[in-house]
């Protein structure tokens, strides 16, 4: 959807008018969206499309019930991680067999941290930093402060704007991101920061969660080392979808990547005692691959890849759906300007769309009671979702230096463009707008704390 001109005041008859002219919206009857719901944790978790029940029936009483151990050659499903791998690959600028759908964000993060690790110390003994932000997702930071204390290596972590100038220092083996932050939403520009690594003799990791499924990604273009990222944020592939794995191929065969499990060896069923890994990347897989699982996430990547058959004309599968999830964002963004001025919100989210993913995060300044038992920005998340507007909160690190983007809690809002509407954005505006007006997030049920925020 091409940038959209937005008047002054916008009203839900602006919304609406967007709406029919919105050649992706038939996208929204994929999905279950429960009724009375506007649905804006998309980037924590997406919905569910209509054809992963069926799938995972037909894998449940078809193929493993009937079938029982012949589907795994019968159904295909030797071939699943590789088959959703190549679904994935044509959204992140990726070639066939480069991707594999398998494990865990954190476990594929350990795999390839593990061989960056090795790459970078068998050809530099003075570069022993590995170098991320402090507002990387914590997985990220826990893997690499794990493996940097095997290694004999130091994590070091700065804000977003020191990362090029401390790159460039002699020191620095690897780089290690998050492409879109969770937190502010702010994207880093990788192709720039891939190729200034590779000039100084860095490698790159990138964690790809919040920006895949999202933002046109394009990593054999843009140069980058290794990535991997989620299957159920907006991919849409379930609670604890697989997720993904890609390594640059010239990577792919130069280092053993260290859980050299079964699924890993050239020829796992030819049971040998001694390991000899796959080519490419075939050798990152490990143990035996979740068939169902993986069944509901090529329902949800297929979900995405849908966009496309609707712009069969676009540069990227993506394009589409960035040009919605942007148009989305900008107005999410100029409704609070607009309704919600007086309330002490303001976005830490970048306005520029070149600077952002696909969500939105707000910081709410306002004085609380001193008896209050929460964060204001949970509360009022909290009071939202009792009104059918589920967002989600994220809380600063007090131990963050205080103007930090690491320190702030925020309420967060992201827009998945496959399934949301203008409309729905100017409705859950209203909604947070009356939440503030009224102070409805100060009533005590609002303030209790939850095990997921």
């Known amino acids: ?73 019968h159904a295909h499903w030797f071939d699943l991680p590789n088959r959703v791998g190549d679904k994935i690959a044509q959204l992140i600028g990726a070639s066939p067999a480069q991707v594999l759908a398998t494990d865990s964000t954190s476990i594929n993060l350990f795999k390839v941290l593990s061989v960056a690790l ?30 940097c204390q095997q290694h004999g290596m130091t994590l070091e972590l700065c804000e977003a704007n020191e990362i090029a100038p401390r790159l460039q220092q002699s020191d620095v083996a690897v780089l290690m991101l998050t492409h879109v932050d969770y937190r502010s939403g702010a994207m880093h520009d990788m192709a720039a920061l891939n190729q200034l690594a590779a000039s100084v003799g860095a490698l790159t990791v990138w964690d790809l969660a919040h920006s895949a499924g999202a933002v046109p990604i394009q990593l054999e273009a843009d140069a980058a080392d290794f990535a991997v990222g989620c299957g159920y944020k907006y991919f849409n592939g379930g609670p604890g979808a697989p997720a993904f794995i890609w390594v640059n191929p010239k990577h792919a065969e130069t280092w053993a990547q260290p859980l050299s499990g079964w699924w890993g060896h050239a020829r796992p069923f030819a049971f040998k005692a001694d390991y000899q890994a796959a080519l490419g990347v075939q050798r990152y897989a490990c143990g035996t691959q979740p068939i169902i699982s993986l069944a509901a996430l090529e329902c949800g990547v297929d979900s995405l890849l849908a966009a496309s058959k609707l712009t069969p004309d676009a540069s990227h599968p993506m394009r589409a759906l960035r040009e919605k999830s942007l148009a989305l964002s900008t107005l999410f963004m100029r409704l609070i300007e607009q309704r919600c001025a007086d309330f002490g919100l303001v976005v830490v989210t970048p306005k520029d769309p070149a600077k952002r993913g696909s969500h939105v995060s707000l910081q709410h300044s306002q004085t609380v009671p001193s008896a209050f038992a929460c964060s204001s920005a949970y509360a009022i998340v909290q009071a939202l979702i009792a009104r059918g507007v589920v967002g989600d909160f994220r809380a600063g690190d007090a131990s963050a230096p205080a103007g930090s983007s690491a320190h702030a809690d925020l309420l967060r809002f992201g827009f998945a463009p496959a399934y949301l509407s203008f409309a729905d954005l100017w409705h859950a505006v209203e909604h947070l707008r009356q939440v503030l007006q009224s102070a409805a997030w100060q009533e005590p049920q609002f303030q209790q704390t939850q095990a997921v925020t």
């Open 118 to 147: 090795c790459a970078a110390a068998k050809a530099s003994q003075t570069r022993r930093v590995v170098l991320s932000e402090r507002s990387n997702f914590p997985t990220d930071l826990y893997i690499a402060q794990s493996l």
């Open 1 to 73: 959807m091409k940038a959209i001109q937005m008047p002054e005041s916008i009203g839900l008859v602006d919304c609406q008018r967007w709406d029919l002219q919105d050649h992706l919206a038939s996208l929204r009857e994929q999905f279950v969206l429960p009724r009375d719901v506007i649905y804006l944790d998309g980037n924590s978790l997406g919905a569910m499309p209509k054809a992963a029940a069926a799938r995972v029936q037909q894998v449940t009483e078809h193929e493993w019930a009937q079938g029982l151990i012949g589907s795994w050659n």
